[in-house]
């Protein structure tokens, strides 16, 4: 997606080899604009798949999350929360995720009832790395007895291994924009 490619360009920042920080459009502050238009664009790419929930993960998958539901006729957005909290009902689907950012493990969870037996979802995040975090969502999608229509990522870090192990594994997986390497400060985009 070009306005994307252009953003990652323009504005990414390399904090090492292998991460990217996208805080001044994505991670932190957010560029409304483009968010609206990757959520267009992902819900055009799945909408044939009929997806009835998007799923994502706490935080910066949030706001593409709901510029794609809207898209989608206002459907409804479940976010995986990684802290339990006090006011969290009990009855809750958890799934365990690396943290690459953090290097530190961490468990998720969604509350059973926001994802009811056969709903149709729709993964989306922000950046696909290992493939932690999308394993986890995608282990939640299973537990809860869901359809998984497929994922969406804003950025893949295609040097990594994340999204090829998804694709072989049959997930219908798309990237807004794929990363080939980060060398020396400089990204490197794949066509
Ligand atoms: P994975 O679980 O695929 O290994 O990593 C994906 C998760 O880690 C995403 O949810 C994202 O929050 C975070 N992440 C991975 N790589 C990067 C990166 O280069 N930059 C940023 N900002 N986040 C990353």
Request: aromatic share 6%; proline share 2%.
């Amino acid at each position: 997606m070009e306005e994307l490619k252009r953003a990652v360009l323009e504005k990414g920042i390399v904090v090492s080899n292998d991460i990217l920080k996208v805080d001044m459009f994505l991670n932190h502050r957010i560029d409304t604009k483009l968010a609206l238009a990757m959520g267009n664009y992902i819900a055009d790419y799945f909408r044939n798949k009929r997806p009835n929930i998007i799923l994502t993960i706490e935080a910066s998958g949030i706001a593409i999350a709901i510029t794609t539901a809207i898209a989608l006729g206002n459907i409804p957005v479940v976010f995986a929360k990684k802290a339990a909290a006090s006011n969290q009902g009990t009855d809750r689907l958890h799934a365990n995720v690396h943290s690459f950012t953090k290097n530190k493990d961490y468990a998720v969870s969604v509350e059973r009832d926001y994802l009811p037996n056969g709903s149709r979802v729709l993964i989306v995040d922000d950046f696909l790395a290992n493939g932690e975090a999308m394993r986890g969502l995608i282990k939640i999608t299973e537990y809860a007895n869901c359809t998984l229509c497929g994922a969406a990522v804003a950025i893949e870090k295609a040097f990594q291994s994340g999204g090829r192990e998804l694709r072989n594994q049959g997930v219908d997986l798309l990237s807004l924009c794929k990363i080939k390497s980060i060398e020396n400060g400089k990204i490197v985009l794949e066509d």
